[in-house]
């Protein structure tokens, strides 16, 4: 079983940025996507961005032109860049990965213990 570990979380003024990272305790080449998701308070986790092990990517429309994920096979890690932050972004932040895409926000997946972003006004 592959342990996903998050870091780079904190607090942050809106309009800033921060970067989250996810390394695996093993080789990422069995996960065919990575990505991550969010779960504000009171509301249900959500998907934000994903990437493929061809690098391929996909981003919630909230999160479209501002968040940026990116994977780095020879260091087992997956990063989210995130800039230009709201506080609408303030959420615990999950890495996910999957071994076929339709296990990706599943229990089937792998999943990280999350780390919290917290976006102020």
């Known amino acids: 079983q592959v342990q996903l570990v998050e870091s780079g979380g904190g607090l942050v003024q809106a309009g800033g940025s921060l970067r989250l990272s996810c390394a695996a305790s093993?080789?990422?080449?069995?996960?065919?996507?990575m990505g991550w998701y969010r779960q504000a308070p009171g509301k249900e986790r959500e998907l934000v961005a994903t990437i493929t092990i061809d690098g391929s990517t996909n981003y919630a429309d909230s999160v479209k032109g501002r968040f940026t994920v990116s994977r780095d096979n020879a260091k087992n890690t997956v990063y989210l860049q995130m800039n230009t932050l709201k506080p609408e972004d303030t959420a615990v932040y999950y890495c996910?990965?999957?071994?076929?895409?339709?296990?990706?926000?599943?229990?089937?997946?792998?999943w990280g213990q999350g780390t919290q972003v917290t976006v102020s006004s």
């Open positions: 996910n990965a999957g071994s076929t895409a339709g296990s990706m926000g599943t229990s089937r997946s792998s």
């Open positions: 093993g080789s990422i080449f069995r996960f065919i996507v």
